[in-house]
């Protein structure tokens, strides 16, 4: 359950066979009625769903940050995605259609794009609300139904949206939520009723459902970890790339999948960046999330929290050096002190083979090392088993560009790092996962192409 700070929240009782089954079969029902609508009628509903949000943010935000831990200015910017999402595939599902292709003869075919039936969708725990609607959306354009899994760290927000969707008018069953851990999700994953399996999370976990996936030969969307690199070069604008940094690796207290975590900087501005790095991660605000001002709420849970110290601590044998945080923060308000609090940790003297460079860790630590020519770093950058994103700063828009060519990630930045806009798809290469969320490109996951050839004569038979 989750804890904030230190504290149960809440209780949720897990979704068994029985409860998942229900929560298909409702979907199902629901699906019949979504699916025979017009695009622009889904569009309409859709478009009331996110001005309900819109009109909601703060309380959706103030839910969010109790959920999660994340700073409210943290989770104002979800809820703005959120609905933008939910904007964008509503504007998209009234113009989704097939082709028409001419034959000769005067015969032709055309293709028709249909939706898929009852999609799952298995949530993670630092964007749970967004992560929802990023699913959600897509599916939902397409004329699908949706059974979402939240984490059991983070059950509550996704509720919302659950009401926010009846209250605009969809069949009653059309987005259901279940609850629950491993166990629910894998009773979504074998139902011979599910479609589709949309999934954000761990590499291990990610295996698993491709497994039960599998067997049932379900199509699977895999949005994984990373440990993706960030290239800052010394033509740089040197402000811009501090700033990148900490946008890298310090949003929702480094529990970003796609966080530019392995800093590669050119050895000719090593001390400055570093120094300069050093200094603002020190200035950034820690404490109540609900506070205006604070930019760094709590980690998760205790478990992750002791994970990720250990992490450091494991770096610090290795030889890293820790340049400033990495301790626990105890927060002045009394009510706060057994809250899930550290210091953002900037690490220096990182070697590519030290695992706090190898893996993900999923919290406020940034490694930075050091290199010297752009073949080079970029041969290190590409040495990991993760695809997921990559940034390279320069003021070299050739060389910027070069790069980024060059780099094994699906999501690619250039002097900026984690703008995800929804018209951009998202999605990783390798051990991050394959498919894509956000763009044109997620319709494609939650949909099927069927041709149909028309004969405008005599079958010209070969018997």
């Given amino acids: 359950f989750k804890t904030c700070p230190g504290r149960v929240l809440c209780k949720l009782p897990c979704s068994g066979e029985k409860e998942v089954d229900l929560a298909v079969q409702s979907a199902k029902a629901a699906f019949k009625i979504w699916s025979q609508m017009s695009g622009m009628e889904r569009?309409?509903?859709?478009?009331?769903?996110?001005r309900i949000i819109r009109e909601q943010r703060e309380e959706i935000a103030t839910i969010e940050t109790?959920?999660?831990?994340?700073?409210?200015?943290?989770?104002?910017?979800?809820?703005?995605?959120?609905?933008?999402?939910?904007?964008?595939?509503?504007?998209?599902?009234?113009?989704?259609?097939?082709?028409h292709i001419q034959l000769?003869?005067?015969?032709?075919?055309?293709?028709?794009?249909?939706?898929?039936g009852v999609c799952v969708g298995i949530g993670a725990w630092n964007y749970p609300f967004q992560i929802a609607?990023?699913?959600?959306?897509?599916?939902?354009?397409?004329?699908?139904?949706?059974?979402?899994?939240?984490?059991?760290?983070?059950?509550?927000?996704?509720?919302?949206?659950?009401?926010?969707?009846?209250?605009?008018?969809?069949?009653?069953g059309l987005f259901n939520v279940v609850q629950g851990g491993a166990a629910t999700g894998q009773f979504l994953c074998q139902h011979p009723d599910v479609a589709k399996i949309s999934f954000t999370g761990s590499v291990p976990t990610g295996m698993?459902?491709?497994e039960m996936a599998a067997k049932g030969i379900k199509p699977v969307t895999l949005e994984l970890g990373g440990k993706s690199p960030l290239i800052i070069f010394s033509d740089s604008d040197l402000d811009n790339a501090v700033k990148g940094a900490l946008m890298a690796n310090f949003l929702t207290q480094g529990e970003v999948c796609c966080n530019g975590t392995r800093v590669f900087v050119e050895r000719k501005i090593l001390d400055t960046f570093t120094k300069e790095v050093v200094k603002c991660t020190q200035k950034i605000k820690i404490g109540d999330p609900l506070l205006e001002d604070t930019r760094m709420g709590a980690l998760i849970n205790r478990p992750h929290l002791n994970r990720v110290q250990g992490f450091i601590k494991q770096a610090k044998e290795q030889g890293a050096e820790v340049l400033c945080g990495g301790d626990l923060y105890v927060p002045d308000d009394p009510k706060l002190k057994n809250g899930y609090y550290m210091r953002p940790c900037v690490l220096g003297n990182c070697k590519d083979d030290m695992t706090c460079v190898q893996e993900e860790i999923f919290g406020p630590v940034m490694a930075i090392l050091p290199f010297d020519t752009e073949e080079e770093v970029v041969e290190r950058a590409n040495a990991?088993?993760?695809?997921?994103?990559?940034?390279?700063?320069?003021?070299?828009?050739?060389?910027?560009?070069?790069?980024v060519a060059a780099l094994?990630?699906?999501?690619c930045f250039i002097n900026n790092y984690n703008v995800s806009p929804v018209e951009l798809p998202f999605g990783g290469y390798k051990s991050s996962g394959f498919g894509r969320e956000n763009g044109r490109a997620a319709i494609e996951y939650y949909s099927q192409l069927k041709t149909v050839c028309v004969e405008m004569g005599d079958v010209e038979s070969v018997f």
């Fill in 43 to 50: 569009c309409r509903v859709m478009l009331e769903a996110a």
């Fill in 66 to 99: 109790i959920n999660n831990g994340k700073s409210i200015f943290e989770a104002r910017v979800d809820i703005d995605i959120s609905w933008q999402c939910l904007e964008y595939y509503a504007g998209l599902a009234g113009s989704l259609a097939g082709e």
């Fill in 104 to 116: 000769p003869g005067g015969s032709f075919g055309y293709t028709r794009r249909e939706p898929l």
């Fill in 133 to 172: 609607c990023w699913k959600s959306g897509p599916a939902l354009a397409c004329g699908n139904a949706m059974v979402f899994k939240p984490s059991p760290f983070t059950p509550i927000s996704v509720v919302r949206l659950a009401e926010i969707f009846t209250e605009a008018g969809v069949p009653k």
């Fill in 208 to 210: 698993k459902i491709m």
């Fill in 384 to 403: 990991t088993k993760f695809g997921l994103a990559g940034g390279v700063f320069t003021r070299d828009i050739q060389k910027a560009h070069r790069v």
């Fill in 408 to 411: 094994k990630a699906g999501m």
